[in-house]
């Protein structure tokens, strides 16, 4: 297990931040792949991205989706003395929640699990939580405890321990979801981490940021209560948020070859990282693929052979051009061979996932309701 790195800046202590690292590892997808499953899996388990933000779930419930090809985590631990779980640190949700030891369903089988009887510090809640997802469902309970982050420890935190979970999860290496979203979108109104951390001084900034690294399976990282300038190159760019719900920002166009393409007249997308892919509207997607000479009926393949000559795709945020070229949207496997990483779903909304966020450094600002982004190293 790899904890955490608190940074300081030469010029005084007060800059310290600290850095959670991320590793890099092998998606559900992968793991299906080696094992001959991948096809029967995908369609028993469709992947429907959007329903992780359908508005009627905003308060109360919150959707996820069985997303095959995340393969960031990083370790939390939860308890005294710690118990430690891999979370995908989601930037599209504001609920903590690991499997527990009165979980029996498949996927909590082959994860950790949260004792609370082997703490000190737990204390019972019992208000029932439900997430639901685009396959199933993860329900349990809540409860209180100390959760440390990056070295951080937040004491009576409240999160949820699993009952049940959507059986795609057994796939999954992270054993649970830490969300960085804001609190109103809280499942059962439960604080989010970021929020007790902010409450209680715990950072000196009231900001975040995430480097996934494009190449290596190390190197990734979020960073709590600063921005570490190793990490990307030239001028941030500050968008303001244009929902505090989400991290929601307007998107002016995307373009390709200088042709528009696709967000005519401007279109709202959310920085995710529990998010693998770029998401849009099937026929916005459609059209993007089709430029990039993508076949839809095979999974948006390409021919692995052609992506010195695949044009940039440009996206158009806040006066500011964000083009993500063939090597930053192009996933490669030995099974499948090349695809594009921009996938259709719903009617308007756009998600800046991973495949996004890898080319760009991105800064999730809460003091002032931002997004920074800049060029990643």
């Given at each position: 297990m790899k904890w955490a790195i608190v940074v300081c800046a030469m010029v005084a202590l007060s800059e310290c931040f600290i850095q959670v690292p991320l590793e890099k590892g092998k998606t559900a997808r992968e793991i299906l792949e080696e094992k001959g499953l991948w096809e029967e899996y995908r369609?028993?388990?469709?992947?429907?991205?959007?329903?992780?933000?359908?508005?009627?779930?905003?308060?109360?419930?919150?959707?996820?989706?069985?997303?095959?090809?995340?393969?960031?985590?990083?370790?939390?631990?939860i308890g005294t003395p710690p118990q430690s779980f891999q979370v995908i640190f989601d930037t599209g949700s504001s609920n903590l929640w690991?499997?527990?030891?009165?979980?029996?369903?498949?996927?909590?089988?082959?994860?950790?699990?949260?004792?609370?009887?082997?703490?000190?510090?737990?204390?019972?809640?019992?208000?029932?939580?439900?997430?639901?997802?685009?396959?199933?469902?993860?329900?349990?309970?809540?409860?209180?405890?100390?959760?440390?982050?990056?070295?951080?420890?937040?004491?009576?935190?409240?999160?949820g321990?699993?009952?049940?979970?959507?059986?795609?999860?057994?796939?999954?290496?992270?054993?649970?979801?830490?969300?960085?979203?804001?609190?109103?979108?809280?499942?059962?109104?439960?604080?989010?981490?970021?929020?007790?951390?902010?409450?209680?001084g715990l950072v000196n900034q009231d900001l975040f940021s995430v480097y996934l690294s494009p190449n290596s399976q190390q190197g990734s990282v979020v960073t709590f209560g600063?921005?570490?300038?190793?990490?990307?190159?030239?001028?941030i760019t500050w968008i303001p948020l244009s929902n505090e719900l989400y991290w929601?920002?307007?998107?002016?166009?995307?373009?390709?070859?200088?042709?528009?393409?696709?967000?005519?007249?401007?279109?709202?997308?959310i920085v995710d990282t529990g998010t693998s892919l770029v998401v849009g509207p099937q026929s916005s997607i459609g059209n993007i693929n089709s430029m990039l000479g993508a076949n839809s009926q095979?999974?948006?393949?390409?021919?692995?052979?052609?992506?010195?000559?695949?044009?940039?795709?440009i996206f158009h945020i806040h006066g500011q051009e964000f083009a993500l070229p063939a090597s930053a949207y192009v996933f490669q496997s030995q099974y499948s061979g090349c695809r594009t990483g921009f996938s259709g779903g719903?009617?308007?909304?756009?998600?800046?996932?991973?495949?996004?966020?890898?080319?760009?450094?991105?800064?999730?600002?809460?003091?002032?309701?931002?997004?920074?982004?800049?060029?990643?190293?």
């Open positions: 369609l028993k388990y469709p992947y429907n991205p959007l329903s992780k933000f359908d508005q009627r779930f905003a308060v109360g419930n919150q959707p996820m989706t069985n997303d095959a090809d995340l393969s960031y985590y990083g370790v939390i631990s690991v499997p527990s030891v009165y979980c029996q369903s498949a996927a909590c089988n082959n994860h950790d699990k949260y004792n609370p009887t082997m703490s000190s510090t737990y204390r019972f809640n019992g208000k029932p939580l439900t997430i639901q997802y685009g396959t199933g469902s993860m329900t349990g309970f809540l409860a209180y405890d100390t959760v440390t982050v990056g070295g951080i420890a937040v004491k009576n935190q409240i999160f321990l699993s009952q049940t979970e959507a059986a795609f999860m057994q796939h999954m290496v992270a054993d649970g979801i830490l969300g960085l979203a804001y609190p109103r979108l809280s499942a059962s109104d439960a604080t989010p981490v970021f929020d007790n951390m902010m409450t209680e600063g921005i570490d300038h190793n990490h990307y190159t030239g001028p929601q920002i307007t998107v002016d166009s995307v373009t390709i070859n200088g042709q528009v393409v696709a967000c005519n007249g401007g279109c709202q997308a095979y999974g948006n393949s390409v021919n692995c052979n052609s992506l010195g000559q695949m044009p940039d795709v719903g009617d308007s909304l756009w998600i800046l996932g991973d495949v996004f966020i890898r080319h760009y450094f991105s800064i999730f600002n809460r003091g002032q309701n931002m997004v920074g982004l800049a060029k990643s190293k």
